[in-house]
């Protein structure tokens, strides 16, 4: 091993640092821009340990192979870093400051990073080629990079940077918005809600529900099964949290979207998420503790009907890991609705909801978007459940407009319109 | 509020500042977040009457949205279109007139429009803005640019401007609906072939 094998690789982690910092020069502050600056300063980072590398192999005596070879290890490990920030420059550096998004939208994840993230983000809208919404919380991962390239890791200055997912076509489909905050919702546990939920739940009972469960596998009992049961069961409350806060944010909202958008259930094993039906029955129990079902029975009687049916239809366990995921769920479930109230920032209240939709509609149904409603501006999660509403009442209202109504795009831009005229009017008298 | 009552209000939303706003016989319109460029693409003419079958003549509008507090910066020369950020809603006897106002005109910026807006009119309404200075001109959505006059007619149309269908009003700027003129055209392909046994393409 020759020291011309480091000054290669030392002259390719050079020009590959040079090709993610040209690419990234030109780009202008905006939204998401904490991304590309804590990239430009691992790049810095990553330019010092290069050199420091260079000025330590230079400063050795030659010939000593055991140190060279170390010394051309130490530079390898840094070429998969500079390959990783290539990827989220690539990916993700035209979502800067992007203008291709309508202004509704815009104020949409604003609020709802206000409303359930206190310590803030930075969010970078996406267009995913996946039909799907999700967010990825960029600061861990950020973290562990800087850790890899320097003995301390470089903090990411607050706001954090949060990739916001939306699906390619059709980004704007307003009526979707709660699945959004579900989304939003998995930052906001995994920072610390979880660990308030954790505290709360009855320890000492889901603790016997596990162990009753194991006892009746039947097979040898491993680490790695345990470990399944435990990864599952902490997936399926944080989903479950996750839920609450769309609940709590939006109202009956995420119920019509969650009713259209969710998935297939699984049919075999246990998947990442509950079965829906548990999830439903879940969603309208809280709606019920928030008084929403009058409100949602008797303005949508056909689709209460039917989620009722829905969450009553319980489709057993498969199998004891099942039994404990449901049982320890249900354990768990005061403690995961409390910490969801508690944490919202301006849930929607049903009180008076009824009153205040009677007058927005009234403009909707024309095609007027609604700025104010009794002298207040109207709130973002106020006009998405009124399109829910009107989408239902023009679309037949049966259980099938609910999904025609989601895909009713001049629905969506209305109500997306009036978002905008009503942030609009209230940062105006704010300001 | 009953159909009726909607549809004889005046509706001017929303209303920011009324009384900076509402002069003595104009409303002051502000401009919108939204904008309609057409980039320059590699093709030979621009054809406004070009068919669905011959789209690839007609360049795809780029959309950009600005919100409040940011700006768009227009280069002189530059052409797009915009929208008031205000929603206007005329009862069938209201007609409308939107001039610009004449501060953004000394700036060499041209606020042009189809100047008239018909009875029972409901929409934004879309705005032609060009630089015909020497200098950029930074717009902010929120600013004041373009002014409504409005006459009462003697009687309500019997045949108000309307959309097609519910909650169809535009919500941002309209780029050019020439193309639904087809039949006109026909008319004068066939016109173009009968003189001179030519065709217009």
Redesign the interface.
Known sequence: MENRDSSFVIHIARSRIVQVRESIAEYKPGRGSSLIDYISALLSDLEQAVSDIEADITATAPSNRLIEEAQLRQLLRLLPIIAVLHRLVAKYSRDVGR?????GL??LVAEVVTDLLPDGADPLLHLSSHNMYSTWALEPALKKLSLAVARAPRPVPKPHPVVFNLPGINPEIILYSPILVHEVGHTAAQRSLMTSVISQWPQAEIDNSFRENLAQLGTPLTQEIVDDWDDTFAGWVEETLCDALAVVLTGPSFLFSMCVFLPAPSMNEPGSHPQERDRVKHCLDLLDQLNWTPFVESRFPEVFAWVKEISTNVMPSKSPKESFLREGLKLALPAIDSVAQANVGAPLKATSIDEIMI?AL????????V?EVNGEPITTWQATLCGWSLGWS?HGESVDALSTAVHDA??N??IL?TI??AR??E??VAS | ???DA??QRL?V??M??PKRQIGPGTIDLRLG??FIETSRKNIVVVDPLATDEDSSLRPEP????????GSYVLHPGQFILGST?E?I?LPPDVVGQVLSRSSWGRLGLLVATAVVVQPGY?GVLTLELVNTGDVPLRLAP?LRVAQLQLWLADSPTSEPYG?A?????P?GPQSDRLAWEWDELSKLRSIASRLHGQTLT
């Open positions: 203008s291709d998004l309508s202004v815009q104020y007058e009234d403009l909707l149904s024309e095609g007027i978007p700025v023009v001049s629905l831009r209305l319109k905008e005229y609009i009017k940062m105006w | 509020m009953s159909r909607v549809v509706i939303t929303p920011l500042d977040t939204e780029d959309r950009t949205y600005v919100p409040l507090g950020l929603f809603s409901r929120g959309a269908g519910k909650y169809h009003a919500l």
